[in-house]
């Protein structure tokens, strides 16, 4: 028997089959969960649908994030393919955005504009999502949402300049949001996840550099997969972590608790 059977997931987020959504997806997919995706529109019938089918999956909705109708209907969308009993049990957001510009140089450079974007899809679509969800009736007590962060939210990694400011306010979200849903029952959690190769990390100036030298001082001493990533977000998602809320999981090999690296790293 599976941890996760007769449990629902719909997750947010898989470009193709690098995308730390898709291991997730899978992770879930083994332990019993039906699993439903949603991308944007560009990436759907070419990348996420062969994704999706191979695991069984029937629901895959287009959705930007960016607006809150698109969103809405994801979910009136759901109701109607599971019926009035078919809540979300597992709602995973795993997807980020900012310019490419605003990944390189100085962060003093980033424009209004470019910062107004990436909180917005990278801190704020969180928010919507599950508002949206519970709006709809979707969430009920036991139900798990999980999302993804990054080390540079606490301390300053080259050329992560924007981003790094939309995952602080991405892991404060997470733990006003569990604050607020925690009494129906919900939990709300974060996983900060070592550097992976996939489409938005190439958007990152120097992140080839950076992904190297992390096997090095990190003390596991390898990078981490997407696997990985799906083991902690299978924990998250079932009642293994039935009194976990608010709180942020590092899937980094203790990459965050190194200080001062050794000389010999
Ligand atoms: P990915 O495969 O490129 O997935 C990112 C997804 O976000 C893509 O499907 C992307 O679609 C989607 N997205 C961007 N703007 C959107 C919008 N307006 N509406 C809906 N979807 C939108 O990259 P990933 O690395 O797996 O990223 C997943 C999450 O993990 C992100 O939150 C990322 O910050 C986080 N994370 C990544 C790493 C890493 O090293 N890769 C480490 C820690 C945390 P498009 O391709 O169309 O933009």
Redesign the pocket.
Known sequence: MGLLDGRRALV?????D??????IAQALHEAGATVGF???E??LDRRVRPLAESIGSTFIEP????SDDQIRAVFAKWRTAHGPDGQVDILV?????ARREDLEGSFVDTSREGFALALD??AY?LVAVVREARRAGLLHPGSSVL?????GAEKVVSNYNV?GVA?AA?EASVRYLAADLGPEGVRVNA????????????G?AG?KKM?GAFADLAPLRQNIS?EDVGRTALYLASDLSSAVTGATIYVDGGFNIMGVPSADA
């Open positions: 947010f987020g898989v470009a193709n690098h995308s730390i959504a898709w291991g949603s991308s944007v560009s990436l959705c930007d994030v960016q957001h795993a997807l980020a955005f899809v990278s679509s999302t993804l962060t990054y080390y981003m995952k991405l996983i900060s996840a070592g550097p992976v190769r996939t489409l938005a990390a190439a990152i992140f992904y997407i």
